[in-house]
């Protein structure tokens, strides 16, 4: 298996003013499509190839720090650029997701502010996840590098639905050193439709 470079369902401009056009193309074609490319050197010719993404995430800690960073900036990016879009509404929101939200964060602001305080805080380059645990429950979690909560290295276990990528070249283009103008942006071109169809399949 070979993966290639999955095209977005928007420009690259299409998101301006919240993520400019440079990054997003820089992030794309570049950042993303080095880490396929790395990925597939490390799989390729190997038994890795046959395996599926989600069972090789979950003997992640049994293979090589390429298939970790290389196959988690595949996964990661492929899936960010899916929650992303120029038409956010919180509006697109199902019943069944806002109410695992109220349940599990007391609602939406109570849920983006404690999303937002876990991407301030992490420490260097990572990711920011809300995820779908074993228990069909919600949870917010942070993982360093290109990891994810695939992972079975992760703390936190569980299926992603929302995820936000908080290394530099996310936003440093615009936003500078200020990580917390560039989340507050993200809220604007979440693409809730999306995050409701993760929770509920
Ligand atoms: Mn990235």
Known sequence: MIYTLPELQYGYDALEPYIDAVTMETHHSKHHAGYIAKFNAAISGTELESVQLEDLFAKISTLSPAV???????????????LLTPRSNEEDITPKLAAAIEQGFGGL??????????????FGSGWTWLIKTDEGKLAITTTANQD???????????????????????YYLKYKNVRPDYIKAFWKIVNWNQVSEYFEE
């Not at 970790?68 to 899916?82: D, V």
């Not at 703390?155 to 992603?160: F, I, T």
């Open 68 to 82: 970790r960073n290389n196959g988690g900036g595949f996964y990661n990016h492929s899936l960010f650029w899916k």
């Open 148 to 170: 994810n909560p695939l992972m079975d290295i992760s703390s936190v276990k569980g299926k992603p639905i929302l995820a936000l990528d908080v290394w530099e070249h996310a």
């Open 109 to 122: 602001e109570q849920f983006k502010e404690e999303f937002s305080t876990a991407a301030v805080s992490l």
